[in-house]
């Protein structure tokens, strides 16, 4: 886990003190070490953190033997050694033991489709002198974050945003359609626009080109309908899962788990147990105790200490319990807005940044977590209705009285919420955007000024039939894992850690894709093949667990104390009401009724909030 950053411009100087200014921006992503490369027309920046061979031999940028290629590498190739020992039997020499080395290699003797060979998380920067061509790319989901701003012939890139401020030809204008889209529908990341005009995001599974004819994005990898698995689904299931863990536990530095006390980091957490035990050489980062990290509150309903207790207890791990109040979080929220470049959609994200502080603090620099599950599995309640769809769509009517009966049940659904879930993925897109701003109240927080822009045309081009797969689809690639793996990374690097993300290991995601509803949701429960899969590693009390929390926090709860007077502080603001952002009037209203109980508007108040404190920190 590394920061990079950049400058291609043919046939100008190299703007070698543009590329060190926006290398210290990135300073807390790469403790371990710094580099710098120079060309005609070329500035490449670096700053590193070391985590596979520690040695000065894995210091970057890596050039080749000849000198004509240098790469930077932010992230990991899981499967380095199994590509090492495929490229020395073409003939390559290695130099060092790093993935980076690999890479460069790869490149060498498979070019550009060497990327499809990849099982990791990647974010890169290959500058072929030979060719005069910059290469760049992006793991398949996105995991490591590849920012990049053409202009005139100017390529500038870096790793985080607030990397751009170094750059004097880069002005960080507001991008007012994500501005709207932000405050009215709670969106963030689900295009390749940024808050920032100009700048964008290279798309996760696409790579780039670059050279004196012009710059060029191409695709490498996606999802696509697949035969149906033989045999149980289940065992396929568990064996990727627990492959995709042992892969991720190759490391050369301590490495713990992220545990909220949910399936899918006490899955992450059980299965690295479970090594721990029967392959042990695998497990050597972890220690002879597993570390785990849980966030908790004593308020009702955010405390998920007995389920993390559950699974410290049965795997004997050394547990670390982080905690904060609304009077820690308003000291410490300038520097989590800083670390996030962007506004973020609730104070959850605060607790993953404490958790990965405490991390730290404990001598960690690897994480794993849970992150991407709830995508893959339909583990969040709104894949109830279009599964409810399908079944109705397709005919199979008493699986759909059986399914609607255990919604009922299970999770206390009301007749009305049950009509509403199944009816849902019958509206066109439009009158859900327009139900979703009313019922939430974001619509009248909107600025007029931002009201006259057109939404965001978004597409979604899942090439599935079932509208299950196709919201699957929808949230793993566009509206919803995207803007988290944003927060993972900066909160985790905000630290100098490398967060891990079991679950989208490629090969896992394309079986679960495979899958039929019935696996993934049955009788109720969500996440089905993934109980049947590792329900015998999992204390009974999580297997069972049918709510869903992570790291939540009492926000509501929050915005009626010592949040909240921040938050009243900055709706009365000179600047709030000047930044076209938000309705200043509806904003201190509904703040007021929020204050005294009236009514419960967490969300949309506390983006009204963070979009202000970003503009103030950024614009």
Known sequence: ????????????????????????????????????????GVAFAFRRLAIIDLSEAGMQPFASEDGSRSLMHNGEIYNYRELRRELEAHG????????????????????????????????????????????????????????????????????????????????????????????????????DETFFSGIVKLPPAHSLTLDERGLHVQRYWALAPCDAVQGDPAEQVR???????????????????????????????????????????????????????????????????????????????????????????VETLPQIVESQDEPFGSTSIVA?????????AAGMTVMLDGQGADEVLAGYHGYFGPYFADLLTQRR???LRRELGAYRSLHGASAATTAVA?????????????????????????????????????????????????????????????????????????????????????RLVELLFSLEGSELIERGRTKAVLRRAVGDLLPPIVRDRVDKLGFVTPEAAWLRGRLGELAADAVASQSFRERGFVAAPAAVER?????????????????ALNVELWARAFI
């Open 1 to 40: 886990m590394c920061g990079l950053c950049g400058i291609v411009a043919f046939g100008r100087p190299p703007e070698t003190e543009v590329a060190t200014a926006m290398a210290r921006e990135l300073d807390h992503r790469g403790p371990d070490g710094k580099g710098l490369l120079v060309d005609s």
């Open 422 to 506: 199944l009816a849902r993925p019958f509206l066109p897109e439009r009158v859900r955007r327009i139900a979703r701003a009313r019922t939430k109240g974001s619509a009248a927080l909107l600025h007029p000024s931002l009201r006259a822009l057109p939404p965001v045309a978004e597409q979604n081009g899942a090439p599935y039939g079932d509208r299950l797969r196709r919201q699957l689809h929808l949230i793993l690639t566009r509206r919803g894992l995207p803007e988290l793996l944003r927060y993972e990374d900066r909160n985790s690097m905000a630290h100098s850690l490398e967060a891990r993300v079991p679950f989208l290991d490629y």
């Open 239 to 329: 064996e990727l899962f627990v492959d995709s863990v042992r892969l991720r536990l190759r490391s050369d530095v301590p490495l713990g788990t992220c545990l909220s006390g949910g399936i899918d980091s006490s899955a992450i957490t059980c299965a690295v147990d479970l090594l721990l035990r029967t392959e042990a050489e695998h497990a050597k980062p972890v220690g002879e105790r597993q570390k785990t990290f849980t966030a908790f509150f004593e308020e009702p309903g955010f405390d998920e200490r007995p389920y993390a207790r559950a699974v410290v207890e049965q795997t004997h791990a050394e547990p670390h319990w982080v905690s904060f109040d609304a009077q820690e979080l």
């Open 352 to 360: 993953q940044w404490y958790v990965m502080r405490a991390a730290r």
């Open 92 to 191: 390559h020499r290695f130099r060092s033991a790093t993935d980076t080395e690999v890479i460069l290699r790869a490149y060498e003797e498979w070019g550009e489709r060497c990327v499809e060979r990849f099982n990791g998380m990647w974010a890169f920067a290959l500058w072929d002198g030979s060719r005069q061509t910059l290469f760049c790319s992006r793991d398949r989901f996105g995991v490591k974050p590849f920012y990049y701003r053409y202009a005139n012939g100017r390529f500038v890139f870096a790793s985080e945003l607030k990397a751009f401020r170094a750059d004097p030809h880069t002005q960080l204008a507001p991008n007012l359609r994500a501005v709207r889209e932000y405050v009215e529908q709670g969106y963030a990341d689900h295009t």
């Open 591 to 607: 703040l007021h009724r929020h204050r005294r109980g009236e009514l419960d508007a967490g969300f949309e108040l506390w983006r």
């Open 397 to 399: 009517f008493a699986e």
